[in-house]
């Protein structure tokens, strides 16, 4: 039973418009989101994260939007650009424990 | 920077054989986790460790072991491999005292083939 999930295997985009990556989860229990990103033959590695008590983080081109009633969260890059051409993982996790539950990812491709 | 490393990148054994996975970290992390990464499922977790010698299940643990002697080692093992066991694995760590963001910080990734 996955308790994130990442519905869109992939997405792609026009560089310098707006891409959008959801993610459902269904662990009510799970207090703290996290985004990473993935190359290939890389480890992925930590983009942005957001705490349930946030409805919104923002990090440069980089915003995080949680809505806790839908558990639904979603991560907005703007503008995109070819370099975030990606695997893109949803994570998640409760606060007093060190485990994370990873969605199955979404590949993004921004084309030039 | 966090270092981890993986022992191998690449990795073909046989049906049956045992297989040792390493990683290492250098940031004396107190937390050590194992996925495989398989498309469509993401990364699973396998095991974990919050602590030397201490370890725990993930959601896929069957076929798999670990070991942690060391602090800054976290090993799976293969007892017997299966096809089915053909896979990218990836190690991380983390800091207990990492604030609520407490990130893991990941190695490279073994791609492993079971013939």
Known sequence: DQQVKQNSPSLSVQEGRISILNCDYTNSMFDYFLWYKKYPAEGPTFLISISSIKDKNEDGRFTVFLNKSAKHLSLHIVPSQPGDSAVYFCAARMYNNNDMRFGAGTRLTVKP | DVKVTQS????????????????????????????RQDPGLGLRLIYFSYDVKMKEKGDIPEGYSVSREKKERFSLILESASTNQTSMYLCASSNTAGGPRNEQFFGPGTRLTVL
Request: proline content about 0%; glycine content about 4%.
């Open chain 2, 8 to 35: 191998s990148r690449y990795l073909v054994k046989r049906t049956g054989e045992k297989v040792f996975l390493e990683c290492v970290q250098d940031m004396d992390h107190e937390n050590m986790f194992w996925y």
